[in-house]
């Protein structure tokens, strides 16, 4: 990436002067860094939103309700880490982010899930069980609610933004569950 991004630049100045359409690629210059301000002011309010809504929530009942609920499908998910309270609970933190389509809230907690996994884990070289399966859930995460796509669609004019969640929903409840049944599979395979 660090010379194909130089290299297509390149040619893309190159090319625009040998047609001469320097005027235009100076325009569209100015115009795209116009579009990338707006964009990310959408994403950082977006993300300050949804963090600070996910911070609430580890602070109130509400997280411990989710985290029992979770639980039996955690439990099944991780069996190995099912008495670590402090992984457990990143990984609620993190699942529940996830399906509410904040992956970069989703980011902190998933990093403190891994190094919790880390301590249990016997062989410091290899990823244990958990560790794999939260790679694949955190890749793969189900979305209820798909919000950066949404505020991206939204910044960009979209007349219908949200049109785009029934698609998400078959897209990442396939996936997911596909992640989870070859995942399941290859870790008894593993064992053999």
């Excluded at 010379?3 to 893309?12: A, V």
């Excluded at 002011?41 to 029992?68: H, R």
């Excluded at 910044?155 to 996936?175: D, F, M, R, V």
Aim: with cysteine.
């Amino acid at each position: 990436m660090n010379y194909l991004w130089p290299i297509i630049i390149l040619i893309s100045f190159l090319f625009s002067i040998f047609n001469g359409n320097v005027q235009n690629l100076n325009n569209s210059i100015f115009s795209s860094v116009s579009d990338v301000v707006k964009l990310s002011l959408t994403l950082v309010g977006n993300m300050c939103l949804w963090c600070g809504l996910i911070k609430i929530i580890q602070e109130t009942k509400l997280m411990n309700f989710l985290i029992k609920l979770l639980n039996p499908i955690l439990k099944w998910l991780y069996p190995k880490s099912k008495n670590n309270k402090e992984a457990m609970e990143a990984i609620s933190i993190n699942t529940v982010s996830n399906f509410l389509g904040i992956g970069n809230a989703a980011t902190p907690a998933g990093l403190k899930a891994m190094e919790e996994l880390q301590k249990e884990n016997k062989n410091k070289d290899e990823l244990s069980d958990s560790m794999v399966m939260l790679i694949v859930l955190n890749t793969t995460s189900i979305q209820l609610i798909p919000t950066t796509v949404i505020a991206i669609r939204a910044s960009l004019g979209s007349l219908n933004p949200s049109s785009i969640i029934l698609p998400i929903w078959i897209s990442t409840i396939a996936g997911t569950l596909t992640g989870i049944i070859i995942t399941k599979i290859l870790l008894r395979r593993k064992k053999v």
